[in-house]
């Protein structure tokens, strides 16, 4: 299936729940999220009615967003996975696109007929700084997955993806900031933006700064933004600046995993 056939955006959360597993889960959504309703994240839970995804509810031609309350490749759903797995498997007409931070799961989690990776299946990994970019990016390079793509989210600290680049394995890089209260926030810098884009750029590789997080400093000041749609806007327009000054990336019609 080809990018341009996509129709419609469906979540599917087949587990719930997820175990801290680096820096950049501090301020983890779901954690969050739970904390208001007195839920402990930590336990991974089946879904019951989210576990299966109905033919009825997922059109031909869906784009669907998987495990966005927990993490695909996480341990303790071993033994939920291979159910979801045959319904990926039937489910050609659409595209499944799931983040990981467990790069180092998937060969031992994919169904013995995946070859290396299914056309339909895009995975990525998110990654926050150089030490989890080098940890993360080894295994993921080396896993069966026919799209791969990269989330640098949050970002808190310079990250350089060039030799990982120039493998020609990696279809796009993505760019975050963090989105959390004032007293919890960690800072994104103009400059660690800027360096990734012109990583991806001479490359010849799409880049997407997809929001700026609540403390984006540019020239000293932060200007970043507190709603998330205002950070998708400032992000767009410090995009926008980079290719005004750099030139564009290839750019894709739809943005699969924001
Ligand atoms: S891996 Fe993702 S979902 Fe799990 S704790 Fe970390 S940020 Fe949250």
Redesign the pocket.
């Known amino acids: 299936m080809q990018n341009t056939e996509i129709n419609k955006a469906i979540p599917w959360n087949p587990w719930h729940g997820?175990?801290?597993?680096?820096p950049?889960?501090k301020n983890?959504?779901?954690?969050k999220m739970d904390r208001r309703y007195g839920r402990d994240?930590s336990i991974i839970t089946k879904g019951k009615t989210t576990y299966e995804l109905k033919d009825k509810d997922c059109p031909p031609g869906s784009l669907v967003k998987l495990c966005f309350?927990?993490?695909f490749f996480?341990e303790e759903a071993d033994e939920w996975r291979g159910g979801c797995w045959d319904f990926i498997r039937r489910r050609r007409d659409c595209i499944f696109v799931t983040?990981?931070?467990?790069p180092e799961r998937i060969k031992d989690c994919v169904p013995p007929d995946w070859g290396d990776g299914w056309e339909h299946v895009h995975i990525s990994i998110?990654i926050e700084n150089q030490e989890m970019a080098d940890q993360r990016l080894k295994a993921f390079l080396a896993a069966p997955v026919k799209h791969r793509e990269v989330f640098c989210s949050p970002l808190i600290a310079p990250i350089s993806l060039g030799k990982y680049l120039d493998t020609g394995l990696i279809k796009c890089v993505n760019v975050g900031g963090e989105m959390s209260p004032k007293n919890e926030v960690r800072p994104i810098l103009y400059e660690w933006v800027r360096d990734l884009f012109l990583e991806a750029k001479e490359r010849n590789i799409e880049f997407y700064f997809h929001q700026c997080g609540s403390m984006f400093m540019k020239d000293g000041v932060n200007i970043g933004k507190w709603n998330l749609n205002d950070q998708i806007k400032r992000a767009e327009e410090i995009q926008h600046e980079l290719e005004e000054l750099y030139g564009e990336t290839p750019k894709s019609d739809h943005k699969l995993h924001c």
């Not at 997820?18 to 680096?22: G, I, L, N, T, V």
């Not at 983040?99 to 467990?102: A, F, I």
């Open positions: 997820c175990k801290k597993a680096s950049g889960c983890c959504f779901v954690y994240t309350s927990s993490d996480i983040t990981t931070k467990r998110s």
